[in-house]
């Protein structure tokens, strides 16, 4: 399993490079030796508050060990749930979410998903956060807290109403029920990406526009140029111009919404036939010509 997991096995090596057993380094952090080896072995994780001393007893930053774990799920009792307030504060700075997730050293779709509230934030996440907006630990924690969520819910209703649109009438328009117009206009909930796109198209506004008045995080990929996308970006940055979630273009295609999501992670390629196929679906004729050794 060791060399499945290269995060865990760091753990091993470097306990090793120091000549410590695993009940050595078990005794130090207070913890069972089976623990060590659970952690060693890719099981579990160790808990947030353990990560300092591990830290210290190798002699390694903190995000060291927290870089060998990375790729495992974050315990419950590791998190601080989800802040209102978070997409407000990024919102509010000038730095986009793609330079946010580089400079916390996290995968920019974690971070989307930590900013529109869909995923609670680790606590390792806060001081990286916090540095990037400048803050304190305990000032950033306050702020991301406190939605404030009056001065941003009105634009979104105020822009359905100048279009004679109910709620209701909306919602048959982008495929989603009234009550979720609802829950965007009191900013109780952040739309996703391809919501965004079809909310824009239905309203007839620009889509900064309409992220920028509501305080949403703008979607990344809407803001670049084809040019400047991978082939797996370019797919996903194509569903998002076209409001599509990723189901919808399977169906289209064949295949299933996770297939979908699998290729645009650039994780597996279509194969030919369906390559074909879904450069038909999105419009990209380029999708087509691509080769199956590129990197899709």
């Given at each position: 399993m060791l060399d499945d997991v290269p995060g865990p096995q760091e753990l091993r090596q470097r306990r090793k490079a120091l000549r410590l057993s695993q009940a050595q380094l078990a005794e130090i952090l207070l913890v069972n030796h089976a623990t060590v080896s659970r952690w060693e072995s890719g099981l579990r994780r160790p808990p947030h508050g353990l990560i300092p001393g591990i830290a210290e007893a190798l002699n390694v930053t903190h995000e060291a060990v927290e870089g060998w774990f990375a790729p495992m799920p974050v315990l419950g009792g590791d998190t601080i749930g989800r802040l209102d307030g978070l997409k407000r504060l990024l919102a509010a700075q000038p730095v986009d979410l793609r330079t946010a997730a580089a400079s916390c050293n996290v995968p920019e779709e974690d971070l989307v998903g930590w900013v529109l509230g869909r995923r609670s934030l680790p606590?390792?996440?806060?001081?990286?956060?916090?540095?990037?907006?400048?803050?304190?630990?305990?000032?950033?924690?306050?702020?991301?807290?406190?939605?404030?969520?009056?001065?941003?819910?009105?634009?979104?209703?105020?822009?359905?109403?100048?279009r004679g649109l109910t709620q209701e009438e909306l919602g048959r328009r982008i495929g989603r029920s009234d009550a979720t117009i609802c829950a965007w206009e009191l900013a109780r909930v952040t739309p996703s990406p391809a919501s965004i796109r079809r909310l824009s198209r239905a309203l007839h506004v620009v889509d900064?526009?309409?992220?920028d008045r509501m305080r949403w995080p703008r979607p990344p990929l809407l803001t670049m140029a084809p040019s400047e996308l991978s082939p797996h970006e370019l797919i996903r940055w194509r569903r998002l111009q076209e409001g599509l979630n990723c189901a919808e273009v399977g169906r289209c295609v064949g295949v299933t919404g996770q297939t979908v999501r699998r290729w645009e992670s650039g994780d597996f390629r279509p194969r030919p036939a369906t390559l074909e196929r879904l450069a038909r679906a999105l419009a990209l004729p380029q999708l087509s010509v691509i080769s199956a050794r590129e990197d899709l």
């Open positions: 606590r390792f996440m806060v001081p990286r956060l916090a540095r990037v907006l400048g803050l304190s630990e305990a000032d950033f924690l306050k702020a991301a807290r406190s939605s404030r969520t009056a001065d941003t819910g009105s634009f979104l209703r105020e822009l359905r109403r100048s900064s526009t309409l992220c």
